[in-house]
């Protein structure tokens, strides 16, 4: 096979890949970028290929397959650590700061999955001096998808608190909302979840969740709402309505928000209900990777209620005691899929919380 032909079925693959991503089929997707990876290793021609910017969407696309735990690598992710390295020398040699900087994303996250937080932040400053939201964004998204190269600073407020950094935690936080935030289109709601959901859960917990849910309220779920109505979906949407009760549950108890009775009991019958809880793979494997799972948050819902006067004067003793049990539940499942992973660290240590409280709470019912 010569380098022409080469290069028709590499774009082929690629476009199959995106293809399936876009239908949210990611295993397949995954098996297509690795199938035109090995196709690239083992096909003489493709030395002669003149545009090394192809292969960039293969780099990207491993390295979330790899993230999202749908290709299988070793404890010391060997593989990911050569697929990013490719990925960052080439952008580097190609010279364009749309691949340069969604390369030296994806190797921020790889730091973080291999528990190596001081590298994070050095690879984050390095994204930094490369990314300009206002020249690259745009570029990016057409590349990749989505903006993955600001998408990293949601993750890097996480970062910085688990590094005790809060005047850098603090400062991140203001930069996404001031700087990067204005500039993302808004009907990429999925970018602007993939963005701000790590950061909102750094903000829950900072004093910060009304402020958090008029932001998740205002550029994702209105966003949504607008540009594509209640009748379409998108991948985190069943996100969405968890995450908005449990700031406001947050607020209601830390910042005093006023909850209406009706809404009271409209998240109240909502937590009860059997499905609230189940969430499809794929999802978790996602916001697992954000920093709170879907049954994590759940838990925490499941607590906040249990423990709110309001909401307890307004449910029986079996109601709140099947709400304890749920939480337990859920929150036991979510410290199993995050305890023994360094990556889900900032997930862990949500969770964590929540269900030594959710034991007592069982303990003294």
């Given at each position: 096979m010569g380098p022409t032909d080469l290069d028709y079925l590499?774009?082929?693959?690629?476009?199959?890949?995106?293809?399936?991503?876009?239908?949210h089929n990611g295993i397949e997707s995954s098996k297509t970028y690795k199938e035109?990876?090995?196709?690239?290793?083992?096909?003489?021609?493709?030395?002669?290929?003149?545009?090394?910017?192809?292969l960039f969407p293969i780099f990207s696309g491993l390295c979330l397959a790899l993230k999202w735990g749908r290709l299988k690598d070793d404890e010391s992710r060997s593989y990911e650590q050569e697929v990013v390295a490719r990925f960052v020398h080439e952008a580097k040699v190609n010279g364009d700061p749309v691949h340069e900087a969604r390369a030296l994303a994806m190797q921020g996250v790889m730091f973080y999955n291999l528990g190596l937080l001081d590298k994070c932040l050095q690879t984050q400053s390095k994204l930094d001096e490369v990314y300009d939201v206002k020249r690259h964004s745009k570029g990016?998204?057409?590349?990749?998808?989505?903006?993955?190269?600001?998408?990293?600073?949601?993750?890097c407020a996480q970062w910085h608190e688990l590094l005790n950094n809060y005047d850098e935690m603090l400062?991140?936080?203001?930069?996404?909302?001031d700087v990067l935030l204005p500039e993302m289109e808004e009907r990429n709601v999925h970018n602007q979840f993939m963005l701000l959901y790590p950061m909102l859960i750094v903000?829950?917990?900072?004093?910060?969740?009304?402020?958090?849910?008029?932001?998740f309220e205002k550029h994702v779920v209105k966003m949504f709402e607008e540009h594509y109505g209640s009748d379409a979906s998108t991948f985190c949407l069943a996100m969405y309505k968890p995450t908005v009760n449990l700031l406001k549950l947050l607020a209601a108890r830390d910042e005093n928000y006023i909850i209406e009775d009706e809404t009271w009991d409209e998240i109240i019958e909502w937590a009860l209900l059997e499905n609230t809880g189940t969430f499809k793979t794929d999802l978790e494997s996602v916001t697992v990777n954000l920093g709170r799972d879907g049954i994590g948050a759940v838990a925490e819902i499941c607590l906040l209620l249990t423990t709110n006067e309001i909401s307890c004067s307004r449910m029986n003793q079996n109601q709140r005691s099947a709400l304890i049990e749920k939480g337990l539940e859920l929150a036991n499942k979510s410290i199993e899929r995050s305890a023994n992973n360094v990556g889900f660290q900032y997930a862990f240590k949500e969770v964590k919380v929540v269900q030594e409280q959710l034991e007592e709470l069982k303990a003294a019912s």
């Open positions: 590499i774009r082929l693959k690629i476009e199959t890949g995106k293809c399936f991503a876009n239908v035109a990876h090995q196709i690239l290793e083992e096909a003489p021609a493709s030395e002669e290929l003149e545009n090394h910017a192809m990016i998204c057409k590349a990749y998808g989505s903006d993955r190269a600001a998408q990293n600073y949601g993750l400062k991140t936080i203001e930069f996404i909302l903000m829950k917990g900072q004093g910060m969740a009304t402020r958090a849910l008029n932001i």
